[in-house]
């Protein structure tokens, strides 16, 4: 089993920028690739970025690329998301996701999920 607690979501106007964090805890999570979703009120859980477990490889979504920036540190089990010039439309839950066996921009490619942390870009 692996544990994942999302944190460093808040409130920030358009512009600005966040950092999201993500502690793992369990069996061999630094083994994982691991990820970030995002979800809006009524839309599907969207991808945002991937990144392998050794950090050599990474992924993101067309409405975020150039904009965020997703890294981890295995010596600390911390999956990061750095978010600048956030938009209105980033606004939603953003989930960190744990050892995929298939597309990484797939939800359904990932067995562990955290609990979220909410962002809400304000214009």
């Known amino acids: 089993q692996v544990q994942l607690v999302e944190s460093g979501g808040g409130l920030v106007q358009a512009g600005g920028s966040l950092r999201l964090s993500c502690a793992a805890s369990g069996r061999t999570s630094s083994a994982y690739s691991m990820a970030w979703f995002r979800q809006a009120p009524g839309k599907e859980r969207e991808f945002a970025a991937a990144?392998?477990?050794?950090?050599?490889?990474?992924a993101y979504g067309f409405s975020v690329k150039g904009r965020f920036t997703i890294s981890r540190d295995n010596t600390r089990n911390t999956l990061y998301l750095q978010m600048n010039n956030l938009k209105p439309e980033d606004t939603a839950i953003y989930y960190c996701?744990?050892?995929?066996?298939?597309?990484?921009?797939?939800?359904?490619?990932?067995?562990?999920w955290g609990q979220g942390t909410q962002v809400t870009v304000s214009s």
């Open positions: 990144i392998s477990w050794d950090g050599g490889s990474t």
């Open positions: 996701a744990a050892h995929n066996s298939g597309a990484w921009s797939s939800p359904s490619s990932f067995r562990y």
